[in-house]
């Protein structure tokens, strides 16, 4: 077993804008399998860390999102049977089903899925322990005010998707 000496590893300054890592101030640390690194390229370009800088932009364009992402059909028969637990699904699967009732997923939440069905408009949000769906009074239909239900993860799929269907 190898021991890593901190005092060599305290003499780089991660927060300084000016320090950069290059093969001769990085530490070495022991790898198991020294054959398997040997394919790969030695470092050409130092990389540069800056307090500033290590902040890296992500994109969530639906275009870039759609081409990262396998097809929404893949999620769909991956589906576990409609009798089993929410809880069991994947969020992939859960998103993909959501999908096929006709929600969307809003841009500014990723938890938040909308849906305008002829009578009434309503808003699911996936939550860390239940699944909460607001039938909107803005939407058509009478609503004196907004309608939200909780589901637990623990119920079905199907008993789910029959509630919700269902309307206010």
């Known amino acids: 077993m190898h021991a890593i000496s901190f005092s060599k590893l305290s003499s780089i300054d991660i927060f300084s804008s000016t320090t950069s890592l290059t093969p001769q101030n990085c530490p070495k640390f022991p790898t198991p399998f020294p054959s398997l690194l040997s394919n790969f390229p030695s470092w050409s370009h130092p990389l540069s860390l800056s307090a500033r800088k290590s902040c890296i932009s992500v994109s969530s364009k639906s275009s870039e999102a759609e081409e990262l992402s396998p097809p929404e059909d893949e999620w769909l028969q991956k589906l ?89």
Not at 96 to 109: E, I, N, T, V
């Open 80 to 168: 576990p049977d409609k009798k089993k637990p929410l809880y069991s699904h994947s969020l992939p699967c859960i998103e993909a089903w959501l999908g096929s009732l006709g929600f969307y997923q809003s841009k500014d939440d990723r938890a938040v899925w909308l849906v305008e069905k002829p009578d009434w408009h309503a808003q699911l949000s996936l939550d860390v322990t239940d699944l909460y769906i607001r039938y909107l009074k803005s939407g058509p239909g009478n609503l004196e005010k907004d309608v939200e239900r909780r589901f637990s993860y623990a119920l079905s799929r199907e008993d789910i998707e029959n509630a919700v269907l269902g309307g206010p």
